[in-house]
Structure formats: C-alpha cells, structure tokens
C-alpha cells in the first residue's frame, strides 16, 4: 500500500498534469470543444466551401462569392471591404474570437445556406480551415 504523502504527490501531479492538458487548447479547440459535435471532417468542411447552394441570399450563392475560390486567397466584400484569407495557415488568428466566429457563422449560414449551420458543419468548415 503507498504511503499517504506518496499519495498525494500521486494526485496532485495528475491533476498539474491535467491542468497542463486544458491549458495547451487553445481558444480555437475550445470554440470547436463549445458546439459538442463530433470529430471534424475536413473533407465535409472543402465541401461546403466549394459547394453554390442556391439557397441563402441571390447575390451569395456560396463561400467563394467574397472569399475567392481558395481560403488561401484574399476576399472582398460586396461593399469591397478585403477580407483575410480564411486559411488558418495565413491567417492565425482566425476562429480564435468566440465572439466573431458566432457572428459569422450566423450571418454567413444564413446568407449562403439559408440557414444555421449545424454544429457538426461548423466543426468540420474549422476542421478544413485549420488544415489549410
């Protein structure tokens, strides 16, 4: 049987340990972490920003209408306003604001799709941005 200081020692590194693990994820794993969806899909996430859904706004029809064809190219608004490639690798600090993400993804679902995305679609459009 372990002595009780051996014990506690025991304990008290597990939790540092898990206290380490939590403080590594980042604002962005938590963003994805807060929508309990399953695993992202980067494949799901391609899709829906390739797919013209025909759904949302006349003048949006999909994503490439202000982010261009590529997340690794600069966008514009339809009021000409630039928009920073959507591409994690060039743009860091993208879905890193809760507060951000939530609006965009509520103003962009509705304008693009017709609706809300799903917490699964928005778990797997960050999935494909992060991989890009």
């Keep these: 049987m372990k002595s009780l200081k051996t014990l506690v020692c025991t304990m008290t590194l597990g939790v540092a340990l898990v206290a380490a693990g939590s403080a590594q994820a980042g604002p962005r794993d938590t963003i994805i972490a807060s929508f309990g969806a399953g695993p992202g899909n980067a494949a799901n996430g391609k899709a829906?920003?390739?797919?013209?859904?025909?759904?949302?706004?006349?003048?949006?029809?999909?994503?490439?209408?202000?982010?261009?064809?590529?997340?690794?190219?600069?966008?514009?608004?339809?009021?000409?306003?630039?928009?920073?490639?959507m591409a994690v690798s060039l743009s860091p600090n993208r879905f890193t604001d809760p507060a951000k993400v939530a609006k965009w993804f509520k103003r962009n679902c509705r304008g693009v799709i017709g609706r809300e995305c799903t917490p699964q679609e928005k778990v797997d459009f960050i999935t494909f941005m992060v991989s890009q």
């Design 48 to 85: 829906m920003f390739e797919t013209n859904y025909g759904s949302g706004k006349p003048d949006t029809p999909r994503c490439a209408t202000c982010h261009t064809s590529s997340p690794h190219n600069v966008g514009q608004t339809r009021t000409g306003k630039r928009i920073d490639p």
